[in-house]
């Protein structure tokens, strides 16, 4: 059979007006109907065609190059750049304008903080097409590296002892300059000198401000290029990283918050985050769930006094492992007298109470009935008999405890994976993100929400179609100018 041969020499057209190099159901017209429907005053981006002064670049032109950039692989600017020239779909997005990287990274840079809302109003706008129920919320967290490297992170020692090194050698710098200003300014030496000394002291100035950010805090170790990432453990290894948080809606799985902290542990998190989901939401969720690393009672708690349902297995219930025998469970407790009863009907009386935590110590009335006892060498092995702690929180958690035994409680539980984890599984591998391109919380939390955005879109998109995205976002903008 004969083959298809390729013919360079072909002579060929592009259609000659630019609207038409995407069809109509090209996913590209969905991300730009998105941006045109953005509030852009409330994300806090200027946008004036009046203004005077050098001509810039459309923000919404931009802010589409970088949600639509992020969502199908060019994230950084240079990226971007080499795209804007070949991709057709971002030619007709761009209106044929063609920004350089320098114009896309500052652009960026510049408006952190709204980027950072991007995500907020993207949610709000799935609660008014009917896309975010906010009845059921999952928060889960992932590992994401920090655009730093590990061999920067450094105690307070080691940056206190850089700190006099560059002391040293900004004199030394400043004698050779006073030297050399002696003689022939036009030397190149003498222009070196002042990179070296510039170059010196900003170095300086890093390593002051990372000794202030000891002094905030209580971390033992900072990293030298990002100190707003902290050292942790993932699947990759021990890496400079953020600690991602997400806030993801039962209904369709849509993305409601998301947030980049330096916590190692999520154990902090879940009364934050949920908060901020139901601040997006406008209503407060009828039920929170989470894994068991963010068993914490005290955090529980916070949500719990809320009214709302939580359900988070203890270490104990998320390990799935029964009950030891003579466990605590075994023991029942009568709050009158405020005492435990063991299973043989002995006392066990209150000894003392801790002043940090208030958790409670109870301890069997006479240690004889506890060491001549059937039981003594499996309840206890201790010589002044068998002993019990009581959290000063131990009702919420025996609460929860059984909140989360709960069948309708299971069958929440069971869809948390499938919907918390789908986000992290998209952005970690279609969007190939492995590390965070800029650095320090503030930026590291605009590219988290424009990922979590375009995880959003994602969905719109699967759900509702790009013609039928297309028509509901223009009715929103009509409305909202109507």
């Not at 050399?180 to 300086?204: G, I, P």
């Not at 948080?245 to 934050?272: C, M, P, W, Y």
């Not at 002043?355 to 006892?373: E, F, M, S, V, W």
């Not at 068998?386 to 069958?411: D, F, T």
Request: proline share 2%.
């Amino acid at each position: 059979m004969a083959y298809r041969y390729g013919n360079r020499s072909q002579m060929a057209l592009l259609p000659q007006s630019i609207e038409d190099y995407v069809p109509t159901d090209d996913p590209v017209r969905a991300y730009d109907a998105f941006v045109e429907a953005l509030d852009f005053s409330e994300l806090g981006i200027e946008v004036n065609p009046h203004r005077v002064g050098n001509s810039e670049y459309d923000p919404k032109a931009m802010l589409k190059l970088l949600v639509y950039g992020y969502s199908y692989g060019p994230k950084s600017s240079r990226k971007l750049e080499r795209a804007i020239h070949h991709n057709l779909s971002l030619i007709w997005l761009m209106g044929g304008l063609k920004p350089d990287h320098k114009t896309i990274a500052e652009f960026r840079r510049k408006n952190k903080k709204g980027l950072e809302k991007v995500l907020k109003q993207c949610a709000r706008m799935c609660i008014k097409l009917d896309l975010i129920a906010g009845n059921v919320l999952f928060v889960d967290g992932t590992k994401i590296r920090a655009n730093a490297a590990r061999s920067k992170t450094h105690d307070k020692a080691w940056y206190e002892k850089q700190l006099s090194q560059l002391d040293r050698r900004i004199e030394q710098l400043l004698d050779e300059c006073d030297v050399l200003d002696q003689q022939e300014e036009h030397l190149a030496s003498f222009v070196s000198m002042n990179k070296a000394l510039a170059k010196t002291e900003k170095l300086k100035r890093q390593v002051q401000t990372v000794l202030e950010e000891f002094k905030k805090t209580d971390r033992e170790k900072i990293n030298q290029t990002d100190p707003d990432c902290a050292m942790m453990r993932s699947a990759q290894g021990n890496h400079a990283s953020y600690n991602i948080q997400s806030v993801v809606d039962d209904k369709n799985g849509f993305i409601v918050h998301t947030e980049a902290v330096s916590d190692k542990n999520d154990l902090n998190q879940f009364a934050r985050q949920i908060d901020r989901a139901n601040k997006t939401l406008e209503k407060p969720c009828e039920v929170a769930c989470a894994d068991t690393g963010y068993a914490d009672t005290e955090e529980l708690e916070k949500i719990d006094a809320q009214k709302i349902k939580v359900i988070v297995p203890s270490q104990q219930q998320g390990l799935h492992e029964g009950e030891k025998t003579f466990s605590k469970r075994e023991f029942s407790y009568d709050k009158e007298q405020d005492c435990y009863y063991c299973p043989e009907g002995n006392r066990l009386r209150l000894v003392t109470v801790e002043k940090k935590t208030g958790n409670k110590r109870y301890q069997i009335t006479d240690k004889q009935i506890c060491l001549n006892c059937r039981h003594y060498g499996i309840c206890t092995t201790g010589k002044l008999g068998r002993r019990i702690v009581r959290l000063h929180n131990e009702e919420i958690k025996e609460k929860l405890e059984a909140q989360y035994e709960e069948s309708a409680s299971q069958e929440i539980y069971c869809r948390r994976k499938e919907r918390v984890e789908h986000p992290f599984g998209h952005i970690k591998r279609n969007l190939k993100t492995d590390a965070f391109l800029m650095r320090g919380q503030n930026g590291v939390q605009a590219e988290i929400s424009v990922l979590a955005t375009c995880f959003n879109m994602a969905r719109m998109i699967t759900i509702m179609g790009v013609g039928g995205l297309i028509q509901q976002l223009s009715t929103q903008i009509v409305s909202a100018t109507g």
